[in-house]
């Protein structure tokens, strides 16, 4: 099945960017729906944004929404984040999944069955 490899993470002062990115394993023609959700430390595991494979239909969680960017880049078969504004509770482990065949994009961890590592993100103030 799909693999997933997340890379971009880092330490970064409040203001500053990032750009995550995910990058599956192999090309699919199949509907898909790529998600980024992130876990800070005790907290659950929340969705960030998603974007369905045709790259349309964005969704942001309201805590990210005009500061980050989500995005298809279909030359390197990949799916950014990019991270703007960052303030410290941005804060967390950031993880890419994805969904299949599935429409819209469900907001949710439980829809989306293929997972990354995760790549570490820390904002400091």
């Known amino acids: 099945q799909v693999q997933l490899a997340e890379s971009g993470g880092g330490s970064m002062q409040a203001g500053g960017s990032l750009t995550l990115s995910c990058a599956p394993s192999e090309r699919t023609d199949r509907r898909a729906c790529m998600a980024w959700f992130r876990e800070a430390p005790g907290k659950r595991r929340e969705v960030v944004a998603t974007i369905y494979s045709g790259g349309g239909n964005p969704y942001y969680a309201d805590s990210v929404k005009a500061r980050f960017t989500i995005s298809r880049d279909n030359a390197e078969n990949t799916v950014n984040l990019q991270m703007n504004s960052l303030k410290p509770e941005d804060t967390a482990m950031y993880y890419c999944?994805?969904?299949?065949?599935?429409?819209?994009?469900?907001?949710?961890?439980?829809?989306?069955?293929?997972w990354g590592q995760g790549t570490s993100v820390t904002v400091s103030s």
């Open positions: 999944a994805v969904a299949f065949d599935v429409w819209p994009c469900p907001p949710h961890r439980v829809a989306y069955a293929i």
